[in-house]
């Protein structure tokens, strides 16, 4: 029974991970403006100002920057390594505020335009299928771009625009997997809104289990990429010994035929 207990049983390490997603996901639900738009929304609702309802959305331009922050301690954490998590979150915001910032702006304002395209697939009362197809497109792209963006921006030092470029080339490179990581999510989702109970916990843990599940993937695809651009690099660097090795074979042999020539 002692051993259920100590520090270094399955069950201890369960609740201890289990409490650290509680923290982080309580950091991005402050941190994300997420929270602070519910407030300014019930505020505006309750003195009667519906119509200024978009300003409540004002405070989700640091979503970006959160999510990237939530990203970096995820990651570590599949890759086993332990730490605090409060100090890294908030450096890690710090430290990506204007590039997550565009990211979840971007991110956002494609999600928005989905959802206007099929409001008007909803109410269109003829050729309501060019809507469809536009959104469906829409969607898939938004994922490509953006699904492994924010563990990119995470992990690595590039541009917004390369960091979308490579989250695009992940998703075709790595489609197997991409299509099992989106199916776990989607399942997650499932059980998040399954009923009242579900939601309450989802909101306590989900967002934060959800990026943890792609950090899983993403992080399995970062060390393939690692891999093979480290064996690329050993393999220039050989190639380039042996260059060297040959150029100085070929001087010595110019030296010794022009001493024999002498």
């Keep these: 029974m002692s051993n259920f207990f100590s520090l270094e049983s399955p069950f201890y390490k369960f609740m201890s991970r289990l409490f650290d997603m509680l923290k982080l996901n309580v950091l991005w639900l402050l941190c994300s403006g997420l929270a602070a738009k519910f407030v ?4 505006l609702l309750y003195f009667g100002l519906e119509s200024l309802r978009a300003l409540s959305f004002l405070p989700l331009i640091f979503m970006g920057a959160a999510t990237t922050a939530v990203y970096t301690i995820t990651l570590r954490m599949v ?62 792209l938004t994922i490509m771009l953006t699904l492994y963006a924010f563990p ?39 059980v998040i809104f399954w009923n009242n109970t579900t939601v ?47 150029e100085e074979t070929i001087e010595e042999e110019a030296i010794e035929m022009q001493e024999e020539e002498k």
């Design 40 to 43: 300014v929304e019930y505020f």
């Design 200 to 246: 309450f916990l989802g909101i306590l843990i989900g967002p934060s289990c959800i990026m943890l599940t792609v950090s899983g993937i993403a992080m399995y695809v970062f060390r393939k990429i690692e891999e093979q651009n480290g064996t690329a690099a050993e393999e220039e660097e050989t190639a380039e010994e042996e260059l060297i090795e040959t």
């Design 79 to 140: 890759d086993e390594q332990e730490g605090y998590i409060a100090a890294p979150f908030f450096q890690a915001f710090k430290e990506n505020m204007k590039k997550g910032c565009l990211l979840g702006i971007i991110q956002m304002a494609a999600a928005y335009a989905i959802y206007i395209d099929f409001q008007f697939y909803k109410h269109a009362t003829q050729n309501n299928t060019m809507f469809l197809v536009a959104g469906v497109i829409g969607i898939v």
């Design 152 to 190: 990119l921006l995470a992990r690595y030092e590039n541009s917004l625009i390369n960091t979308m470029r490579n989250s695009y080339a992940i998703v075709i490179r790595y489609f197997p997997r991409t299509i099992f990581l989106l199916i776990i999510i989607v399942v997650e989702l499932v």
